[in-house]
Nanobody
Framework: QVQLVESGGGLVQAGGSLRLSCAAS????????MGWFRRAPGKEREFVAT????????YYADSVKGRFTISRDNAKNTVYLQMNSLKAEDTAVYYC??????????????WGQGTQVTVSS
């Protein structure tokens, strides 16, 4: 059964915004650090942003810092990625995953299908 479902992607012009959601089922995410990752055409999956289990600490890749905001609502078992000032280089399939406190690997879930974000230049 699918445990993480990414949604909210779409086609947007450069400078526009999208809000991605990552909804968990069958397993609560409240005790996990959550992360967003992306895979662009011709590139490996890369880190985008993470948020600690209680939302108190966030980290961002330099490429998105100041433009993207990660947040979470543990009561809804959902993590969000607000993407502003989108650039063509943000075009990618976006994925979420989780890691345990004290671990370095976002490997709690199998990688899903992600959600496609396409930014036209």
């Amino acid at each position: 059964q699918v445990q993480l479902v990414e949604s909210g992607g779409g086609l947007v012009q450069a400078g526009g915004s999208l809000r991605l959601s990552c909804a968990a089922s069958e397993r609560a995410i409240s005790s996990y650090t959550m992360g967003w990752f992306r895979r662009a055409p011709g590139k490996e999956r890369e880190f985008v942003a993470t948020i600690s289990w209680n939302g108190g600490t966030t980290y961002y890749a330099d490429s998105v810092k100041g433009r993207f905001t990660i947040s979470r609502d543990n009561a809804k078992n959902t993590v969000y990625l607000q993407m502003n000032s989108l650039k063509a280089e943000d075009t990618a399939v976006y994925y979420c995953n989780a890691k345990r406190v004290g671990s370095t690997s976002f490997d709690i879930y199998d990688w899903g299908q992600g959600t496609q974000v396409t930014v036209s230049s």
